[in-house]
């Protein structure tokens, strides 16, 4: 069996073929360095042998009905015009966010850093949060012979503030967009968001979390705020899908920024549910630092296509 997974994305693209569950060629590539993702896959099977039996490819953008934009990016992609072009058997487009929480079942101790321990019940539904350029969840469900995703657009739904300050900071993001999601508090843009509201000034994620690490007053707050809403909602989902497989945090706010999310805040603000809090304290939490995460799902998924 031969496949070919990749996690493509605006800034760059990862793909890899595998022959027999073997890694056979990887190679990273700058995204924007190509016209099309046409162009970069010709490149890319240059160095593989063919014939390929199923490709998937994670895509860093919307995915309807075999089509994908990327964002970001000029790039259009159809699953049929690929296996057609390509002369693979079968290919499957998939979001990003998708890809991440089927690789999740794949990590091993290696691949994350425990961030509370709790008692992890195999086969027992597991719950996916990623904040980045949004707050993507997920849940993924032991079917009977494989783990199968249950996608959420749950990062859309109601923000609910958790003390007062947190309250003004809906109050004042109302005024501005009329409807305020987690999203717009828990992901790149909420961090924005958060500082903003509480500086009066703007300044872009990166900016914020260089200020907080630096021990700016307002910068750590603004992070410690993000952080505590960040664990609420991972306890919310964690209630909603009752997630005793464990929660994985996903994304490069958390990956980049651990030690605001290894003091005990987040898990503090995870557990914060009042009578429901021993429940969540079974809840195993761990931060995903295994930045292939989403490439192993592409390449679960084209396993699968292939084993059909």
Known sequence: MRIIAGDVGGTKTLLRCVEDGAVAVEERFESRSFPTFDALLTEFLTRCKRPVDAACFAVAGPVLEGRAEVTNLEWSMEAVALAKAFSIGKV??????????????LLGPGDTLPLHEGKRRPREPIAILGA?????????????????????????????PQDETQTKLLLALLERYGHVSWERVCSGMGLENVYEFLSGKAADPARV?????????????????????????????????LARGGVYLAGGIAAKN????????????????????????????????????????AAEMARRLASF
């Not at 705020?225 to 209630?239: S, T, W």
């Not at 603000?269 to 995460?293: N, W, Y």
């Open 209 to 241: 979390a260089l200020l907080a690490d630096a021990g700016d007053p307002v910068g750590l707050q603004a992070f410690e705020m993000f952080v505590d809403i960040y664990g609420a909602e991972a306890g919310n989902m964690a209630l909603r899908v």
């Open 92 to 105: 499957a487009l998939i979001n990003d966010f998708y890809a991440v929480a089927l690789g999740v079942p």
């Open 258 to 297: 651990i030690k605001f999310f290894t003091d005990g805040k987040f898990v503090k603000a995870f557990l914060r549910k009042g009578r429901f809090q021993e429940m969540l304290r079974e809840m195993p939490i761990d931060l995903i630092t295994d930045e292939m995460v989403g490439l192993r799902g």
């Open 132 to 160: 980045g350029t949004g707050l993507g969840e997920a849940v993924v469900i032991w079917s009977g012979d494989q783990w199968n995703v249950v996608p959420s657009e749950g990062g859309h739904a109601d923000f609910g």
